[in-house]
């Protein structure tokens, strides 16, 4: 499987708290990103401004994310474009840190209960975010932003009156007197049509 364009290597960043440096990404979607209605497109590209900055136990990481969500009008279907422009911040934990908190959750001792060590290695791992090496994954920190940022019904515009359900034609094209009945000879013509 391909690397993903999600893992950023930190080896420029000294492991001294305080150290900081920028980087400019683009990032190359590989599959959509967004919710059903709305999201980033494979072939659009994420641009991110990094920067992660060396802390005591790991390396905190700051995105200004921006990328184009396209999508469709939730009433009419007219195609709609969603510029996103959102913030992440992540703190990334040194592995070596993630074994300490291993050690902490068995500091029971040997007698301590199978079970409860589990728990408690599941909820530390449930609360921290880990590098691997030198490496951090932004994946879900982007994905996460992007996801917040989306309406879960979007609309070319709030007053979008959507599709008569009659015809499906829109309802920004029809006159204020349109209506369905039988007698209705444009009807008529579409039943003929055996659409
Ligand atoms: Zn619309
Ligand atoms: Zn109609």
Known sequence: MARSVF?????DLPHRAGEMREYQLSLPVSEAIGVDLLSIKPTQVISVELRITSVDEGVLATGEITALATGECGRCLDPINWPIDEAFTELFY????????MEKGKKGGKNFAKRDEKKDVDLEADE???MIGDEIDLELPIRD?????????PLCSEECPGL???CGEKWINLPADHA???EDPRWAALKGLNL
């Open 7 to 11: 893992i950023f290597n930190t080896h």
């Open 94 to 101: 040194y592995e070596t840190a993630a074994s300490r908190a």
């Open 128 to 130: 921290l975010t880990f």
């Open 145 to 153: 932003a992007v996801i917040l940022n989306l309406p879960v019904n």
């Open 164 to 166: 008569c359900q009659g």
């Open 180 to 182: 369905h009945n039988p």
